[in-house]
């Protein structure tokens, strides 16, 4: 009986154990693509849902579901806080909020610069999740017919220019 309990004990701390450093990687991707047909650059960011909800239920110290509108407009401003664009010369580009996908897993961000072909020289400032999450990483792949490749934001590098 003693050795069995000792047992229940010892897969019951290996289980809490197991389940508080399964979560060590807090990582977002965000894809920049010019669209040729519509002349403007589309924006999906894709954040694991619960990092983004944690952080954000503890920002505004109250729960709320994610399909409510009180959310949605929380992501909204977090996202336009967190992430803007500049063209070549230093202008802020004007980012047009499409959509909010909430998913069980991920979350979905799409936006859109109307107007815009290219993306030399554009600055990408990208600190989503990276002020709450110290080890939170954010890949940026960017796509041009001209230009591709990808950025990696963190904690401390948190703007950058596609080259």
Do not use: C
Request: glycine share 6%; charged share 25%.
């Amino acid at each position: 009986m003693m050795m069995r309990n000792v047992v229940i004990l010892l897969m019951t701390l290996w289980l809490g154990m197991s389940q508080a450093v399964a979560h060590k990687f807090f990582v977002g991707s965000t894809e920049i693509i010019v669209n040729e047909h519509t002349n403007s650059i589309e924006v999906i960011h894709r954040i694991t849902s619960h990092d983004l909800e944690n952080m954000l239920s503890d920002k505004h110290q109250q729960r709320i579901a994610a399909d409510s509108d009180a959310y949605l407009k929380m992501v909204q401003d977090y996202i336009e806080q967190g992430f803007m664009l500049k063209d070549k010369d230093g202008k802020d580009l004007s980012l047009s909020l499409i959509g909010i996908e909430p998913g069980i897993n991920e979350t979905f961000i799409y936006q859109e610069v109307e107007g815009l072909k290219d993306l030399k020289g554009v600055t990408v400032y990208h600190r989503l999740l990276t002020d709450y999450f110290v080890n939170q990483k954010n890949r940026v792949n960017y796509e041009s017919p001209s230009l591709s490749g990808s950025l990696l934001f963190d904690n401390n590098t948190r703007v950058q220019q596609i080259k």
